[in-house]
């Protein structure tokens, strides 16, 4: 009876033991995920932080405008020009 009661001990103890090592192993992929996804946060907040922060086409556009506004007040000088001459 008594090793009955021993055989039925060990394997109490070897079915904790084996859910301790799931549960451990669980543990350690729900952290990796955890860190995998912070990581992956941090690395899209500096890439976007990067890319409001550039400032790579506005100088295109600025020049753009400035032609832009150059030619429509030339043109608007010129055409006065013209009416006051005639």
């Known amino acids: 009876m008594r090793k ?3 055989k039925i ?3 109490a103890q070897a079915t904790k033991e084996s859910f301790r090592n799931f549960k ?5 992929k729900i952290n990796a995920a955890r860190e995998a996804v ?3 946060v941090i690395e ?3 890439r976007s932080n990067a890319m409001l922060a550039a400032t790579r086409g506005e100088n295109f556009v600025d020049s753009g405008i400035k032609i832009l506004i ?3 007040i030339g043109a608007l000088l ?3 020009r013209i ?3 005639t």
């Open 4 to 6: 009955l009661f021993n």
């Open 9 to 11: 001990k060990a394997a």
């Open 24 to 28: 451990s192993a669980v543990c350690r």
């Open 38 to 40: 912070r990581m992956a």
């Open 44 to 46: 899209f907040v500096i």
């Open 70 to 72: 150059a030619v429509v």
């Open 78 to 80: 010129l055409q006065k």
């Open 83 to 85: 009416f006051v001459n």
